[in-house]
């Protein structure tokens, strides 16, 4: 049986343990770094935003170019977490503009989307420079595999609703400390793939509350 809870429920959950300092973001990060190297690809792309999202594809990225992958890095936003980026790039990431995003999307073999996370469940339509490169991965060739850092950019992950058809239809969705409801509403769920928990320390919080939406 899966549970699954509102992006409020989250955060609401995840509360408690950033006040109390607890290494939330470290632990999701490792989980992804795991599940990305566990696809076998040598080449990464990184699609980075401006948010916990974004600074958890970071860290990952950290690691993954520590342990010798060839990592690339395009930003989708002025103001990337900074911390984490020099973490990045000290590991031996490349950062590249966003106008070679589809380009390097023809030559790598794992595209990891951190763009947006639950924080933008208000209006997940991708803007701006985000919308541009994930339009223009879109209509490359590529074949990459994708993975989704928690959700996939532009869903709702409450009621799973897609206002812009400009979403990277995941492979594999990488979702932290508990399941979003969005991930398995229509229209949502034709762009999640397989989605996988990383267990980052919510689950006694989550069990306390009333799932959003119960799968059997």
């Known amino acids: ?31 992804l770094a795991a599940e990305i190297r566990g696809l076998g690809g040598h080449r990464i792309l990184l699609l980075v935003g401006s948010g916990n999202n974004g600074a958890d594809t970071l860290w990952a990225g950290a690691e993954l170019a520590g342990s010798g992958l060839d990592v690339a890095l395009v930003p989708t936003s002025d103001h990337p977490n900074q911390p984490a980026l020099d973490a990045a790039l000290a590991a031996g990431a490349q950062l590249r503009s966003p106008a070679l995003a589809a380009r390097l999307a023809e030559s790598v073999d794992v595209i990891v989307d951190g763009i947006l996370g639950i924080g933008a469940n208000a ?86 509350m009333t799932p959003t939406l119960t799968i059997q």
């Open 1 to 31: 049986m899966i549970k699954a809870y509102s992006a409020a429920q989250i955060r609401a959950a995840e509360a408690p343990h950033l006040a109390g300092g607890e290494p939330l973001m470290t632990r999701a990060a490792a989980g």
């Open 123 to 208: 209006s997940p339509a991708l803007r701006g420079t985000s919308r541009e490169v994930v339009a223009a991965i879109q209509r490359s060739a590529s074949q990459a595999k994708i993975v989704a850092v928690d959700i996939p950019s532009g869903i709702n992950p409450d009621d799973g609703s897609v206002p812009d058809p400009t979403v990277l239809s995941a492979d594999l969705t990488v979702t932290f400390g508990g399941y979003k409801a969005g991930l398995f509403l229509a229209p949502a769920s034709a762009f999640t793939g397989e989605v996988r928990l990383i267990d980052v320390g919510l689950s006694a919080d989550l069990e306390a």
